[in-house]
């Protein structure tokens, strides 16, 4: 008679379809987090008003090799004065997406703080980071690595996982893209992390 309880659990962890992905939308106001929540609910656009506290959502995204993965989203107001809230929602969170506004030159110095200053929070070490560089519609958008400069990516722990991705979230474009290389990331982080309990 093998170990029921380890055999099962070996089974679902194999079978990570079935769960959701707890994911944070993080990044400054205006930067599209809501925009790209509801485009990947209803697929379209839906006009949004400023985030004053959080939206939240389930929602099932086919990725690549049509692979279902459902993600709950919480998508958490970015004014200057509900900042010291995101803390709470990236508690045991999988993943953080943080979107960025590509035409807003001048405050991407303080998108760099604030994304440094989740990503070193130590209950996020270790928490893959989508940065998603939005409104790449824009004429005068900035380049990825003109973003992946200001944003100082090169600076970020070298234990935190990110992937930067283009994307024009009133359309849709790159955000399944994004999404599929979110949940590779959050995958290899669950074998690592169940390889190093196995080890103990
Ligand atoms: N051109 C363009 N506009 C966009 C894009 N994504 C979002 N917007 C617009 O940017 C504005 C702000 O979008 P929101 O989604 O409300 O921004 P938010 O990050 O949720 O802002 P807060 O809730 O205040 O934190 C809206 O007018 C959107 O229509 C994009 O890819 N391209
Ligand atoms: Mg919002």
Same mark, same amino acid.
């Given at each position: 008679?093998? +170990?029921?309880? =380890?055999?099962?659990?070996?089974? #679902? ?6 769960? =959701?992905?707890?994911?944070?939308? #993080? ?19 839906? +006009? ?6 959080? +939206? ?8 690549? +090799?049509?692979?279902?993965? &459902? ?21 045991? &969170? ?13 405050? /991407?110095?303080? @998108?760099? &703080? ?18 998603? @560089? ?18 100082? /990516? ?12 283009? &994307?024009? @979230? ?14 590779? /990331? ?5 074998? /690592? ?8």
């Amino acid at each position: 008679m093998g +170990n029921g309880l =380890s055999d099962q659990t070996s089974i #679902l962890s194999s079978l990570p379809s079935f769960q =959701s992905l707890h994911v944070v939308i #993080l990044g400054l106001d205006c930067a599209g987090k809501t925009t790209v929540l509801y485009r990947l609910q209803f697929n379209e656009f839906v +006009n949004t008003v400023p985030t004053k506290g959080f +939206n939240t959502e389930k929602i099932k995204v086919t990725l690549g +090799n049509s692979k279902t993965v &459902t993600f709950h989203f919480w998508d958490v107001g970015g004014q200057e004065k509900l900042r010291p809230l995101w803390k709470s929602y990236t508690r045991c &969170t999988d993943g953080i997406v943080f979107v960025v506004d590509s035409v807003d030159v001048e405050r /991407m110095e303080e @998108a760099k &703080t604030e994304l440094h200053k989740i990503t070193r929070i130590s209950e996020n070490q270790g928490v893959p980071v989508l940065i998603v @560089a939005n409104k790449q519609d824009l004429r005068n958008s900035l380049s990825l690595s003109e973003i992946e400069k200001l944003l100082a /990516m090169g600076e970020l722990s070298s234990s935190t996982p990110w992937h930067l991705q283009p &994307t024009c @979230a009133i359309i849709g474009d790159g955000l399944k893209e994004g999404l599929e290389k979110l949940h590779d /990331m959050i995958i290899k982080r669950r074998k /690592m992390l169940r390889q190093q309990k196995k080890k103990r």
